[in-house]
């Protein structure tokens, strides 16, 4: 009787162990769209930037994003802030052409819009002004 329990026991904890495991890690990914690439409308694609990149513009940009991105997305626009470590989803590298490519408009609709771990600042940044600046001073986040 007591191996017939150990035999019954020993999967049956086994089991609920990796459904346990399954529940916390193994779903992530499906609640986040898994490993698809964040695409942009279409129509915002095309959207022009009607802010000038000056010198004024980026420097209040840099303001902007140092109050509301660097925390997660690093000093130097790489994705290593303090806070990235602790997202489920990967903040991006702003120096890499994959990001550079982009256009003003793709990136003005994601930092407008959010997904995932990545916030809309469609409140917090009501002025859309302010958001192209942002868009203006990631610019200067190109690989050297």
């Known amino acids: 009787?007591?191996?017939?329990?150990?035999?019954?026991?020993?999967?049956?904890?086994?089991?609920?162990?990796?459904?346990?495991?399954?529940?916390?890690?193994?779903f992530k990914n499906i609640n986040q769209g898994g490993d698809k690439k964040w695409v942009a409308p279409d129509a915002e694609k095309t959207v022009k930037n009607p802010v000038k990149a000056d010198d004024a513009n980026i420097a209040a940009g840099k303001v902007l994003y140092t109050k509301h991105c660097k925390s997660c997305h690093g000093t130097g626009g790489k994705g290593d802030g303090p806070k990235a470590a602790e997202l489920e989803t990967s903040c991006g590298d702003f120096t890499t052409n994959d990001t550079q490519k982009q256009t003003d408009g793709e990136l003005h609709y994601k930092i407008k819009k959010g997904k995932d771990?990545?916030?809309?600042?469609?409140?917090?940044?009501?002025?859309?002004?302010?958001?192209?600046?942002?868009?203006?001073?990631?610019?200067t986040f190109k690989a050297k």
């Open 117 to 139: 771990d990545m916030p809309s600042f469609e409140k917090k940044i009501p002025d859309d002004e302010e958001i192209w600046t942002l868009v203006n001073y990631m610019r």
């Open 1 to 26: 009787m007591k191996t017939q329990m150990k035999n019954t026991i020993l999967p049956l904890t086994i089991g609920i162990c990796f459904c346990a495991w399954l529940a916390i890690n193994g």
